[in-house]
């Protein structure tokens, strides 16, 4: 059973656009949710991370909207850039816990 | 610094066969842990540890083996491979502790089982 679940399972933007990618977990002690990034033949590597008592944490072009209510958080990326292509995978962790569960990832696709 | 090292890159088995896939880190870190990574199933948790000499499974852990007998070092065994254990593994690492989030992962070993 996936813990933590992601959409859409591909996506496909044009340079300058913005894409954004949604995951949905049911377990409220979850209290780590952390995005990674991974490029062909690499692992992943931590992207932005955030915790629940914040509903929004930004680094640069990369945004992370949370709502915990809907158990719901989001990756947005704003102005998307062929560089950006790649896998991007959500996760979360339980309070106390060291492991991560993961979604099922989204491969990004920017259209020059 | 080299982080976490996995070897071998790439690996293709005969059904029955048995290998070790390894990992290394050179960060101190205490936890350690390997995932398999499957289209369209995300990556999974097979195994990890705390600490030497302490491991417990994770998600998916029939079909391997692992033992912390160093801080460095966390080998995941296969003893008699199969094809659904074709997929890429990845090792991950990070401090001891659940307040530390700076979780480490290798470049992975692509498996493959004939």
């Known amino acids: 059973q996936q813990q933590v679940k992601q959409s859409p399972q591909s996506l496909i933007v044009q340079k300058g656009g913005i894409s954004i990618i949604n995951c949905a977990y049911e377990?409220?002690?979850?209290?780590?949710f952390p995005w990674y990034q991974q490029f062909p033949g690499k692992g992943p590597a931590l992207l932005i991370a955030?915790?629940?008592?914040?509903s929004e944490k930004k680094e640069g072009r990369f945004t992370i909207s949370f709502n915990k209510s809907a158990k719901q958080f989001s990756l947005h990326i704003m102005d998307s850039q062929p560089g950006d292509s790649a896998t991007y995978f959500c996760?979360?962790?339980?309070?106390?816990?060291?492991?991560?569960?993961f979604g099922t990832g989204t491969r990004l696709t920017v259209i020059p | 610094n080299a982080g976490v090292t996995q070897t071998p890159k790439f690996q293709v088995l005969k059904t029955g066969q048995s290998m070790t896939l390894q990992c290394a880190q050179d960060?101190?870190?205490?936890?350690m842990s390997w995932y398999r990574q499957d289209p369209g199933m995300g990556l999974r948790l097979i195994h990890y540890?705390?600490?030497?000499?302490?491991?417990d499974q994770g998600e998916v852990p029939n079909g391997y083996n692992v033992s912390r007998s160093t801080t460095e070092d966390f080998p995941l065994r296969l003893l008699s491979a199969a094809p659904s254990q074709t997929s890429v593994y990845f090792c991950?690492?990070?401090?001891?502790?659940?307040?530390?989030?700076?979780?480490?992962f290798g470049s992975g070993t692509r498996l493959t089982v004939v």
């Open positions: 955030i915790r629940p008592d914040v």
């Open positions: 991950a690492s990070k401090p001891g502790g659940s307040s530390n989030y700076g979780y480490t």
């Open positions: 540890s705390v600490g030497a000499g302490i491991t």
């Open positions: 996760a979360a962790r339980q309070t106390g816990a060291n492991n991560l569960f």
């Open positions: 960060m101190n870190h205490e936890y």
């Open positions: 377990n409220t002690a979850f209290d780590y």
